[in-house]
């Protein structure tokens, strides 16, 4: 940007820097909004990277370079949004704006804890995305992850194919980290901040890495068994990030030494730890609507009457208190089976009170 030798005027220059600083914080998520049109793309031309125009350069090469690859990077951005919401389903703040993506809502366009564990989520997804595709045998360059160099305990072998982490993690970060390292523009605390989560949603990827096996012998005897590393579910993998999320430490960027990091805002003089996520923004409560701070509020969300955790009525409605209402709902029941071969039920109707907040 060269604004000459005129100074901007103050308006011009504060919409600049929010430009920027939203331009280095949501930039890096932006690839989020494949699951708009992405999977109505073949990704067998070139030219369908362009669909990715609101793409950093770094991401439209990485596609069409690898053009095999974008399947599973759409995959991952669908499984991203899908597992998010299911994790914070109890939570005042549901990751429902992800909706919006690639426009997002300030909820995730500021340094917030939610932006936290929505970077780290999808950079774990893009690698356990293309790891998964390794060993499934959906991409013609990649194939089993090596075997492990641990010896095999006595009863097992290694065998079976396990997920290619390395090529995920490779090729993953690539994607998920290339609008944060290739836009030298944004704030270079926003940057940090976001290169660290993405490392950490990684982190918690590998540490996910788990001996799964399969038994062979006489029926079922497992005298014989082959096993491999294979990744868990990404929703096991966002409960993990979850936790972080919930302890996630309030970072700001000062001098440590000679360079400039992030360090953890309260006075504990620590640098910041690499399985803990961070941010930069305090959020809002989230119980009131607040467009402005990207709060829908909690007003009309369901909750749980006897919970005292998040979903409660009291947490959630904070305190506003709750209406009930009485659902009716239709069943299956008293199922029979018959002799040979078919099970027939009822259908049974049953009142349920659900409670949503005022
Ligand atoms: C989806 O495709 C439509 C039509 O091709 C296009 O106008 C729109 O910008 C695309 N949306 C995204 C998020 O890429
Ligand atoms: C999340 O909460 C908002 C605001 O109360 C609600 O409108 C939306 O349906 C919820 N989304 C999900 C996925 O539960
Ligand atoms: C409500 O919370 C209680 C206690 O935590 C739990 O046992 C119950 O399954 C929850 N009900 C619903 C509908 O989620």
New binding site residues.
């Given amino acids: 940007m060269r604004s000459g030798r005129f100074p901007a005027p103050a308006p011009l220059r504060v919409t600049l820097a929010l430009l920027l600083w939203h331009l280095g914080l949501a930039g890096a998520i932006q690839w989020l ?1 494949l699951t ?2 992405g999977s109505k793309v073949a990704w067998n031309e070139i030219q369908h990277c362009r ?2 125009d ?1 793409l950093v350069p770094d991401q439209f090469h990485l596609c069409r370079r690898n053009l095999e690859l974008m399947q599973s990077i759409v995959h991952a951005a669908q499984q991203t949004k899908g597992v998010c919401q299911k994790s914070f389903s109890d939570m005042r703040w549901n990751c429902s704006s992800i909706e919006h993506a ?1 426009n997002f809502t300030p909820d995730l366009l500021k340094g917030t804890r939610e932006s936290a564990f929505v970077h780290a989520l999808a950079a774990a997804a893009v690698s356990h995305s293309i790891a998964r595709a390794c060993a499934s045998g959906e991409l013609p360059i990649c194939t089993c992850g090596s075997t492990p160099s641990e010896v095999p305990g006595p009863d097992f072998r290694w065998g079976g194919c396990g997920d290619n982490l390395r090529y995920g993690l490779q090729m993953g970060s690539a994607f998920a980290d290339g609008p944060v390292k290739s836009r030298k523009s944004g704030m270079q605390a926003a940057r940090l901040m976001n290169l660290h989560n993405n490392a950490v949603g990684r982190q918690a990827l590998t540490d996910s890495l788990e001996t799964k096996c399969k038994c062979h012998g006489v029926s079922g005897s497992c005298s014989v068994k082959t096993c491999w590393k294979g990744l868990q579910d990404l929703g096991e993998i966002a409960n993990d990030l979850k936790a972080k999320y919930l302890a996630a430490t309030k970072v700001t960027h000062r001098h440590m030494g000679s360079r400039k990091q992030l360090v953890p805002k309260e006075l504990d003089i620590r640098p910041v730890r690499e399985t803990e996520l961070v941010y930069l923004v305090s959020s809002p409560d989230y119980c009131t609507r607040n467009p402005k701070l990207g709060s829908l509020g909690t007003q009309d969300r369901q909750c749980n009457k006897t919970s005292v955790g998040s979903a409660g009525c009291n947490l959630m409605c904070c305190g506003r208190g709750y209406n009930a209402y009485k659902e009716s709902l239709v069943e299956r029941c008293q199922c029979k089976y018959y002799w040979c071969c078919y099970v027939a039920c009822k259908k049974c109707q049953r009142t349920v009170e659900r409670y949503v907040c005022k």
């Fill in positions: 909004g708009v049109n669909i990715l609101w690639p």
